[in-house]
């Protein structure tokens, strides 16, 4: 009898033991992490997912299509984007679905924000000398009345037949930059594939145009991380800083213009001096954000950051808004649905959308 | 049944039960640290140049290191526990004038040269929208 019982209690705590062990393997969550210089940016995608093996091949996939996709929308490139820049006016260029798919987008954009957001200004920002390899050189210049008048008033359009899914550009005053929605597209395409894997969670970041999702109908034990994902609003004037962070459940876009992205300062002389984020005494900011109907950098804001359900929707509106500037720009956010935003006036006050009144935003620049 | 519960109950000493409760209390105390990769957190400075780890440079050991990336040389120091970028080509200077980081999940991003100084570990914010 004894010795049976001592049996059974080596039996009871090998159980014990062995449901514990069983517990901390099906708690674990492998994260994978990696980042790639794509993009003129850091691209950097985060996957959470209970097998390591899935996250790393969803990154992996991930990866690769960011690449592909990286091709196919630069300006220069060899793409059909890069194609349609090169023939100039009035040739029609056969354009890749993924090309399409956003000329499209961008011309939804552009009637939606009454021509704040504008994918046909290519030849003005380049004018400005904001071009794909500004990063090096880190200054621009400020072109002459005369240089930039027959650029804004050309009538400018990008002429799209989607049957034949074509494309042609109005007239030679056009260059289609998609610089403010593809990065957008990008991750939106990224996060689909990494959304075909089983994984519990995934940060996509490019530069700053994030996109995160939870997959919150999985049962999840007790001592799981369930906090929300944590994005910070970056504050325009100081690089240290940030201006508050926005907590983020299930799947949410999230992208910011600002002026200190891409700019430089004049002095009264003309001299030029690199971009920063702080204000320099006596010198103005020229910066990367065109309004499209003065040709010139937008005045009045200096960050617009979008919260929507989509990276595209995020980018395109951050761009629209910083040009609308506050008033007409609130409005546009008020009247999109699951749209959000945080803007920040030139004079240092904060504003934010109905949607953030929760989020601790100060109301002015700290 | 309850024959079997009444013999174990018997059988089981005050120290057996002492000594289950203390195995699982330990074990659930020990279950959060699990998920928190907490070797790295905090101690180290990542460097990549293009997404490459090219040093694991400790917190610990003043020092100064150059890499090199695609636009020139990147110098960055440690020292007293903290790192930062000396040098690094690129007129924005954004990731000279972000200063000292010493906190897990402080980042430093020399864009124009592609080279990136991270302290792993978990900073409570996931990303900044810029």
Known sequence: MRKTLSLLKIFVFGVLAS???????????????????????????????????????????????????????????????????????????????????????????????????????????????????????????????????????????????????????????????????????????????????ELESALVDAGGNIRVFTLR???????????????????????????????????????????????????????IFPCRYADEPDKIRYHHIMDPKTGKPARGLISATIVAPTAMEADALS????????QRGLALIESLPDVEGVLVTEEGRILTSSGLREASFPTELP | MRELVRTVRRYLTWGDYMLIALVLLGASATIPLLHKNAEASGRWAIVRVDGQIVHQLPLAKDQEVTVIG?????????????????????????????????????????????????IPGDSGIDAISR
Not at chain 1, 239 to 254: F, N, Q, T, V, Y
Not at chain 1, 319 to 326: M, Q, R, S
Not at chain 2, 82 to 105: D, N, T, Y
Request: hydrophobic share 40%; charged share 25%; proline share 4%.
């Open chain 1, 217 to 271: 109908s999985r049962r999840v034990l007790w001592w799981e991380d369930r906090r929300p994902f944590r994005i910070a609003v970056q504050h325009p004037r100081d690089e240290r800083k940030i201006i508050g962070i926005l907590e983020i459940w299930g799947d949410r876009a999230l992208a910011t213009s600002g002026d200190y992205q891409r700019c430089f300062f004049a002095d009264a002389l003309g001299n």
């Open chain 2, 70 to 118: 695609p636009a020139g040389e990147t110098v960055i120091q440690v020292q007293g526990g903290r790192v930062r970028v000396l040098r690094s080509p690129g007129a924005q200077e954004i990731c000279m004038r972000q200063g000292w980081i010493h906190k897990p999940g402080q980042a430093l991003i020399c864009l124009p040269n592609r080279v990136t100084i991270e």
């Open chain 1, 319 to 326: 761009t629209a808004v910083f040009v609308l500037g506050e």
């Open chain 1, 19 to 197: 449901s514990l062990v069983l517990i901390y393997l099906q708690g674990r969550v492998a994260i994978v992490q990696e980042e790639q210089y794509l993009l003129g940016t850091y691209f950097r995608i985060k996957a959470q997912s209970r097998s390591q093996d899935q996250a790393h091949q969803a990154v992996r996939e991930a990866f690769a299509e960011a690449k592909r996709l990286a091709e196919e929308f630069s300006r220069t490139g060899t793409g059909s984007l890069g194609e349609l820049n090169r023939q100039g006016c009035c040739a029609a260029v056969q354009l890749t679905d993924d090309v399409l798919t956003v000329l499209e987008a961008a011309q939804k954009y552009r009637e939606l924000s009454d021509g704040a957001f504008d994918p046909t200004i290519g030849k003005i920002v380049d004018l400005w000398g904001f071009t794909q390899d500004w990063d090096r050189a880190g200054v621009g210049r400020i072109p002459s009345e005369e240089a930039l008048r027959p650029l804004v008033e050309a009538p400018r359009n990008i002429l799209i037949d989607p049957q034949t899914k074509t494309a042609r550009l109005s007239s030679s005053a056009v260059a289609v930059d998609l610089g403010g929605i593809a990065k957008g597209y990008i991750v939106d395409r990224v996060v689909e594939i990494l959304k075909k894997h």
